[in-house]
């Protein structure tokens, strides 16, 4: 009974294992971080697109002379400069974990609707051990693999959020007809 239950029965089988599957550990466990830092970096973007859609459309004005000033120079400004806050440009922990790099906000306000883009640029993870491989030899002409390998080791990424409001036209209020 004592036998099937020894540990002292095969001296350096399990630390060999170990040895042996740490470094593909290491490396599942940085694709799980860099993963789910894109899914809170989506998940964030399309909460501070909503954000952002919504201020524009209840504060912008719809004459030319207060759309061309107030609504450029100070409202598109302040709800950028939020927006960053809030997707965590202003944390250098937050960051250098979702690898942030810039943030682009486009606001079109003509047609029927008021068009709000967000882009969001990421830095490339650059994990050392992947990036010392030349990428022909790595990826022999595969455009996915080719694609992966400039995300991960030279240009980063994009996450883009589009989002569409109508203008903010606000009621005429009650008027009686003798004017009181």
Not at 9 to 29: H, M, R, S
Not at 65 to 76: C, G, M, S, V
Not at 92 to 119: E, Q
Not at 133 to 159: H, I, M, P, S, W
Request: charged residues 25%; aromatic residues 14%.
């Amino acid at each position: 009974m004592n036998k099937l239950f020894s540990l002292h029965g095969n001296k350096g089988q399990a630390t060999t294992e170990v040895v042996l599957l740490f470094p593909l550990f290491v490396i599942f466990i940085l694709f799980i971080i860099k993963i789910f830092g894109l899914l809170i970096l989506s998940q964030k973007m399309e909460i501070a697109g909503y954000y952002a859609a919504r201020r524009y459309q209840l504060q912008s004005h719809e004459t030319d002379y207060y759309a061309n000033t107030w609504d450029r120079r100070f409202l598109k400004k302040d709800i950028q400069r939020k927006v960053e806050n809030y997707l965590g440009f202003d944390n250098p922990d937050m960051r250098k974990f979702l690898s942030l790099n810039k943030l682009k906000i486009d606001i079109d306000p003509s047609g029927n609707w008021i068009k709000v883009v967000l882009t969001a640029y990421t830095r490339p993870p650059r994990i050392q051990f992947l990036c010392h491989y030349n990428k022909d030899r790595v990826c022999r002409q595969d455009a996915k693999c080719l694609k992966g390998y400039a995300f991960l080791c030279e240009t980063g990424g994009e996450v883009k959020v589009i989002k569409y409001v109508g203008h903010n036209e606000r009621p005429a209020p009650y008027q009686r007809p003798e004017g009181r």
